[in-house]
């Protein structure tokens, strides 16, 4: 499979273009459920289409989204996301105080996502065929790397992923969500122990 597009953004104002959660919604559904319009994106999210297209528009401006080659009709505009994935280095912004708090809002709204999409797999533990439930879950270890090592090791982690990916429409097959995180922990002197 081939590696996907990634946008790496080094500027606090492209990064604060995605910080809003709408508009990091809008730019999940174009990237998971491809090209749409700003009144398809508006009922699927519970939206108004005047606020979608306004934040579709912003995304578009910063370079995230562009109009798709296939448009439905003269009057309705469709958007497609132009990369797979967005990324950033904490070093770009580590002596831009803004670019430091959008690196933390963006972080944390993943950190939100993430625990929601638990809540719903729990929520609906009765509808999962049990290979689900014996297999989906988080895992969680503790290691001593070097952060180039962390860098490989989470490039490593993602191109396994996608190995493993199965075309649309195969039996048994879903969305997953695959999160990989790598942090440095507080020194030995600071260390809370879990577990």
Not at 50 to 71: C, N, P, V
Not at 116 to 134: K, N
Request: hydrophobic residues 35%; proline residues 6%; negative net charge.
């Amino acid at each position: 499979m081939p590696k996907p597009s990634i946008r790496h953004v080094t500027d606090a104002e492209s990064l604060k273009a995605i910080v809003r959660p709408l508009r990091g919604k809008l730019l999940a559904a174009l990237r998971i459920d491809g090209p749409a319009t700003a009144s398809e994106l508006a009922r699927r999210l519970g939206e108004s289409s005047g606020s979608t297209s306004y934040h579709l528009r912003q995304l578009a401006r910063f370079g995230f989204i562009e109009e798709d080659d296939e448009q439905p009709n003269a009057r309705d505009r469709r958007w497609r996301a132009k990369h797979r994935y967005t990324s950033w280095r904490d070093a770009d912004f580590v002596d831009d105080p803004e670019g430091r708090e959008t690196v933390r809002a963006i972080r944390m709204r993943q950190v939100r996502l993430l625990e929601e999409q638990i809540e719903q797999f729990h929520e609906r533990l009765d509808c999962w065929a049990p290979g689900w439930l014996e297999h989906a879950g988080i895992s969680d270890d503790v290691i001593r790397l070097a952060p180039e090592a962390l860098g490989r090791l989470t490039e490593r982690i993602l191109e396994l992923a996608r190995e493993y990916a199965v075309p649309d429409g195969t039996d048994d097959a879903e969305l997953v969500t695959l999160v990989v995180a790598g942090f440095p922990r507080p020194a030995t002197g600071d260390r809370v122990v879990s577990g």
